[in-house]
Each structure stands twice: as structure tokens, then as C-alpha cells.
């Protein structure tokens, strides 16, 4: 079975072999900060020879990392919500248009992930200095909203086009109210594609770094902005803690999206069924 | 009668009107200021394409373009050698195996940049992981410098693309029909002459259009030259950087965005025309 559908079996292994080395090519930043962050000794020895939360103790009581990765957090979780509700609106938006409405509407999604960030960095920097709102949590919303929403969009509107039409129908027969229709048959099948959406909206918010370079200010730093000034001008072991907490929170939403999707293929198979 | 019409016009407008905050983020968040901006490039000190005269015929700047071009070109090449294996592997094995291989790649993929960047820092510095193996195994006798240099560039910025040309390959890939690789194989063809007049030609458009992706995205990167760079690895979003905040020349910096912005939009005009046969990302078939 398998001979037949590979290449014959020296070429397997130097498949696998390669596919091997490229994987481990991409996981090895990360291979590396975790153990780092429980290292003791100096910071640039590497495998560390002794256990230490030094790391995470400088991240605890250091100056200013809480104060970040609290703004970071609300950022992005503010736009996350802004995003979930303007990409629920703008899916529906989509899915409804016909033809060349719906063609032109899909290329503006994805026109802010197209155009580099450099370039919308500066222009954000004179509309957050017009409208006074530089260097503060509600400048950072509005910039992130830009560059984050498209992928809320994109995910939702995938969901939406695989919704099956007929429930709907279904309960305008029955005599729902479109409403109620919405908060009762469309909202729950949306679900996952819905907060698949806003968790890549927080994700990019969260790690948004350019933008940043521009519109910070002194009590406005997100977490990015202040992992920069750490690897380019002063090194602090708490960088590692910050990394590793970082790579922990990824792998969790990943897991969450992954169930989301088993539970959305789960529901699929048995209305097919 | 009356109501009934006007709730029915409203009703069929609804999705129009819930286009309006998406509407408003893109235009006035967004294209509007990115327009402003990069007029300054034609208006500012005066009006005309004395800036553009001014980059184009400054070494430095023809400098910038070229090693933008050229690790974008390195990058786009390394993504292809690096991706193509992977898809491959993707598409031939097991559910279960796959879906191990694309957690793998799509880990790093949403992980933070900054933190895959402060990890190769580690890898890569004199004294870090790299240096230090290479010492032990007795290849080198002196450590030598990886950091700050184009070749870190261009693998930070190929760890961050990779998982674009990934997937766009396996995309193609996995349309091929299994049975073509049989037949052809049947009918006597050997591996390497299967690979190129058989795989190669299928999986081609998922080479074209993930290498488009990941070279446009590659030029306007601006994170990993700033850090695993020396100022000799200055791309353009890093000249536009400094144009902003150390010679507080914006006319000089729109007109290198205005540039940059041009290299972009014609890749990606590209990149459309030749997707519109395949469909759009988020766009049902």
C-alpha cells in the first residue's frame, strides 16, 4: 500500500529525514527560550546547568514588564471584541453581496495584509497625532482594529459560507423571528468560526510590534515594544520568562482552535448523517 | 401594504448597511491616512518628483534597494527548498502524522515574532548554541559571527514566511490526483522524470503564488533586520524608519514607501490575476 504511494524507499527516508530538519529548523526558537527561562546561571550559556526562576521573578517584580502585558492584554482584547462584532457584520455583509460587490469587497479585506506595515505605521502615526489619541490605550485600539479586523472577517465569512442554509429556513417556517433566528440557530453554528476569528484578531493585536514603534508613549508600552527595547538595548532575563509564557499561551489558543474545529467537523458529518 | 414595502426595502439593505463599520476602518483608518502619507512623497518641500530623483540617484538608497531585493529573492528561493519537502511529506502520510506536521508549523507560525527572534539571538551569537557546537565538534577554532549578519537576516525573515509557502504548496499539491503519480509510474516513468514532467508542472502554481506571497511579504519586512541585522542589512522599511525618526525627512520616507508600496502592488496584482482561477482566501469555490 504504502510502496505504491511514495517514492521508493531510500527517497522516503530522505523525505522524512529533510521534513525532520525543517520542522525542528522552525521549532527551535522555541526549543531554546523555554529551558532558558528556568536557567540560573548566566544567561548565555547554553544547555544551563542549574534551576532557577530568576526569569520569572524579574518579569514578577522588574520594572514595567506587568504594567505591558496587562496594556497588551487589554489592547488586544478590546480589539478582539471590536473585531468579532465588525467581522460578524462585515461577513454578512459579504456572503449577501453578489458578483463583483462581493469580488471587490473580498480584495479590500485583504488589502491592510497586503500593504507592508511600515508603510501603515507612518500613516497611523499622523491620524492617532490629529486626532490627540498618540501614545495611548485608545491610539493603540484604533491602529490594531486596521490590521487585526481582516482576519476576523476572512474566518467568520469562511464559517458563514458553510452554514447550512436550510435550518435557517427551517425556523422562518416554523415562524421565528429573524432575531430570533440569528440568537437561536445561526449564533451557535457560528460559534466556532467565531471565536477561531477573534482569537487571531487578539493574536496579531497582541504581537504587534511596527505600529508600535511609532505610536508608543512613556505609559503606553506594549509588551512587544518593551521585548524590542530588551533584546536591543539591555538584556533581562525576564525577556525568557515573557517568551516562554508567550509560547504556552500560543500552543493553549492552538488547542482551543483545534477542538473548535473537531467540534465544527463533528457537527457537519452528522447533519451529512 | 405601505409598511410592508418599506420593511422589506429595509430588510434587503441590511447587508449593506452592516458593510458600514468595516467601510469606515478601511477608509478612514486606513487608506485615507496611508494616502496622506505617501503624497507627502510628490508635495513636500514642493510639489514635484524631486524626492524621488534625490533616492533613486543616492548610492545609499540604490544600496537599500538592492539588498531589499536580494534577501527577499534569498528568502523566496530558501522558502521553496525548505517548503517543498514538507508539502510533500503533508500530503503522502497519515491524518494523524499531518496533523503533528502542520501543528509544528503552525506553532512558530502564531507565536510571537519577537520571541522567535530573541531564540535565535540565542542560537546565533558568539558564545550561543551554535558557536558552541561547532567549537565542541572541532569545525571551528574561533567562534564565528552569525549574528548581525545578511545570512541571519534572511533565515529569520525565511522562519517567519516558511509556513506561507507551506501551505500554499500543499494546497496544490494535494489537488494532484494520486493516481497521475501511479500512472505515470506504471507506465514506466522513473522518480526524477515522474517529479518533473508530472509533479512539477501540478504544484508549480503553489510554487508561483506562495512564492509571490512570501517575497512581497519579505519586502517590507522591517522587525528581524533591525535585529539579527547590522545597519549593512538596512531594508527599506528600515531606511523609511530612520528617513521618520532620525533624519525627520517624512517627504523622503513617503517617497521610499511610495516605492516599496509600487514593488508590492504589482506583485500583488500578480498574485490576484493568477489566484482568480483558484479562488480568493475565505472565498468558497
Known sequence: MSRRRGPPRLGR????????????????????????SFAGDAMTRFPPSQFSLLAYRNFLYGPGWV??????????????????????LTAYGIVSAGGRLKRALSILVLLPMMVPTIIFAIATYWL???????????????????????YAIITIRNGMEGLDRSLQKAASILGARPARIFLKVTAPLLLPALATGGLFAFLVAFDEVVVAQFVS????????????????????????????????????????????????????????? | MRGEDWRQRLR?????????PFLFVVVALFAVPTLRVLSKGFLE?????????????????????????RISALVTLLAIVLAYPVARFATECRPLTRNIVFAMVLVPFWTSLLVRIYGWTFILQRTGILNETLQALGLTSAPLKLLYTEGAVVLGITHYMLPFMIFSIYVALKAIDPNLHKAATTMGARTPRVFFKVILPLALPGIVTGSLL??????GFFVTPALMGSPRQMMLANVITFQVQEALDWPKASAI??????????????????VDRVALPGEAK
Open chain 1, 13 to 36: 527516508w530522505l523525505l522524512r529525514a529533510t521534513v525532520a530538519l525543517v520542522l525542528l529548523f522552525l521549532i527551535a526558537p522555541a526549543l531554546i527560550v523555554i529551558p532558558l
Open chain 2, 214 to 219: 512570501v517575497f512581497i511579504g519579505s519586502l
Open chain 1, 217 to 273: 508613549g512613556s505609559f503606553a508600552v506594549p509588551l512587544p515594544k518593551r521585548m524590542w527595547d530588551g533584546i536591543l538595548y539591555r538584556w533581562d532575563p525576564a525577556i525568557s520568562a515573557i517568551s516562554t509564557i508567550q509560547i504556552a499561551i500560543t500552543v493553549a489558543v492552538l488547542v482551543i482552535l483545534g477542538l473548535l474545529r473537531r467540534r465544527e467537523e463533528q457537527d457537519r458529518s452528522k447533519r451529512e448523517v
Open chain 1, 128 to 150: 492617532l497625532a490629529d486626532w490627540r489619541v498618540l501614545g495611548t490605550f485608545a491610539g493603540f485600539v484604533v491602529a490594531n482594529l486596521v490590521l487585526a479586523v481582516p
Open chain 1, 67 to 88: 504594567d505591558s502585558t496587562l496594556f497588551s492584554l487589554g489592547m488586544a482584547g478590546t480589539v478582539m471584541v471590536l473585531s468579532m462584532v465588525i467581522g460578524t
Open chain 2, 257 to 274: 514607501a511610495m516605492v516599496l508600496i509600487l514593488a508590492v502592488s504589482i506583485l500583488a496584482w500578480i498574485y490576484f490575476r493568477l
Open chain 2, 45 to 69: 518641500p514642493t510639489p514635484g518628483l524631486a524626492n524621488f530623483t534625490a533616492i533613486f540617484g543616492n548610492p545609499l538608497y540604490q544600496q537599500v534597494f538592492w539588498t531589499t531585493f
Open chain 2, 12 to 20: 434587503s439593505s441590511a447587508p449593506l448597511f452592516a458593510l458600514l
